[in-house]
């Protein structure tokens, strides 16, 4: 069985300064993840997604992630945020053995003020 | 444009009514996927299709019911044996299965009267 823990659930943080939202994940086998942005009342879009190669991972919106197999994580960073990031952010998991099924983390509420 | 439409926007039902909430894909994808969001659950997952008339159940099938009779439609039923359906229903569909992006529709907000 696999899993993904999101270990904030709030993340509140000034214009342009750096943000960091965290997910670790539990898997006994080989995994993809990713990371879906959701806006209110809107579906989820993707940001960005690792499968394999280059640990280091660039999406939309400036946004990129690092896979770290050591640590089971797969942390999200923005150098610099505008008020329009302020969203949901979704980390998923899935595996060779899930097929395409995907395990949603709980999700992190970025807010961020001017 | 291609993408995923869900319908309606908001939908009430009534206690003991059975609910259909309609999802259309015109990205030519074999899988499509349903899923429930409540507020500090994430997102998950009721039933899932590969391929026209088929289906499986995901983790939360009891009191759902869905039909994959084309390939661009995948129509979830809101059953009167589901007590507790309020919530934000999101719909996806994707190329094929294994590692395939996951596009989702625009959710379809399910409240009991």
């Known amino acids: 069985a696999q899993s993904v823990t999101q270990l904030d659930s709030q993340v509140p943080v000034f214009e342009e300064a750096p943000v960091e939202l965290r997910c670790n994940y539990s898997?006994?086998?080989?995994?993809?993840l990713f990371w879906y942005v959701q806006y209110p009342n809107q579906g989820l879009q993707l940001l960005l997604k690792?499968?394999?190669?280059?640990?280091l991972v660039k999406g939309i919106n400036g946004f990129e992630a690092e896979f770290n197999k050591s640590q089971t994580s797969f942390h999200l960073r923005k150098p610099s945020v505008h008020i329009s990031d302020t969203a949901e952010y979704f980390c998923?998991?899935?595996?060779?053995?899930?097929?395409?099924?995907?395990?949603f983390g709980e999700g992190t509420q970025l807010t961020v003020n001017p | 444009d291609g993408g995923i439409t869900q319908s309606p926007k908001y939908l009430f039902r009534k206690e003991g009514q059975n609910v259909t909430l309609s999802c259309e894909q015109n990205?030519?994808?074999?899988?499509m996927y349903w899923y429930r969001q409540d507020p500090g659950q994430g997102l998950r997952l009721i039933y899932y299709?590969?391929?026209?008339?088929?289906?499986q159940k995901g983790d939360i099938a009891e009191g759902y019911s869905v039909s994959r009779e084309k390939k661009e439609s995948f129509p979830l039923t809101v059953t009167s044996a589901q007590k507790n359906p309020t919530a934000f229903y999101l719909c996806?569909?994707?190329?094929?299965?294994?590692?395939?992006?996951?596009?989702f529709g625009p959710g379809t907000r399910l409240l009991v009267l």
């Open positions: 996806a569909s994707s190329i094929r299965l294994r590692q395939e992006t996951q596009y």
């Open positions: 898997s006994s086998v080989s995994v993809y």
């Open positions: 690792y499968l394999s190669g280059s640990t």
């Open positions: 998923a998991v899935s595996s060779e053995t899930s097929g395409s099924r995907l395990t």
């Open positions: 990205l030519n994808h074999d899988a």
């Open positions: 299709s590969q391929i026209v008339n088929d289906f």
